[in-house]
């Protein structure tokens, strides 16, 4: 079993910035493609970033290229989720997702607020 749990949500300005933490135990985190998901009020959970254990690749939605960062510390079973340039529709719940043989792991998500 994968536990994940999420921090560093909170309130800040547009324009400002934020770091999401997941903390990952249970299972092997080195080999887990790890990645962060956000659901906006009515709206469905859509992909943010993600980052592949093999080669280390990255990934982000086009809605956070430039802005967001994904990266891990495989030490400390932890990715984290760099958020600058935070814009009011960034506002949302942040889940920490982990995808290890072909099985989804959620957080129970942090909520990111950014005012205008």
């Known amino acids: 079993q994968v536990q994940l749990v999420e921090s560093g949500g909170g309130l800040v300005q547009a324009g400002g910035s934020l770091r999401l933490s997941c903390a990952a135990s249970?299972?092997?985190?080195?080999?887990?493609?790890m990645g962060w998901f956000r659901q906006a009020p009515g709206k469905e959970r859509e992909f943010v970033a993600a980052?592949?254990?093999?080669?280390?690749?990255?990934y982000y939605a086009d809605s956070v290229k430039g802005r967001f960062t994904i990266s891990r510390d495989n030490a400390k079973n932890t990715v984290y989720l760099h958020m600058n340039s935070l814009k009011p529709e960034d506002t949302a719940v942040y889940y920490c997702?982990?995808?290890?043989?072909?099985?989804?792991?959620w957080g129970k998500g942090t909520l990111v607020t950014v005012s205008s």
């Open positions: 980052n592949r254990w093999s080669g280390g690749s990255t």
């Open positions: 997702n982990a995808l290890i043989n072909a099985i989804n792991y």
């Open positions: 249970g299972r092997t985190f080195s080999s887990a493609t």
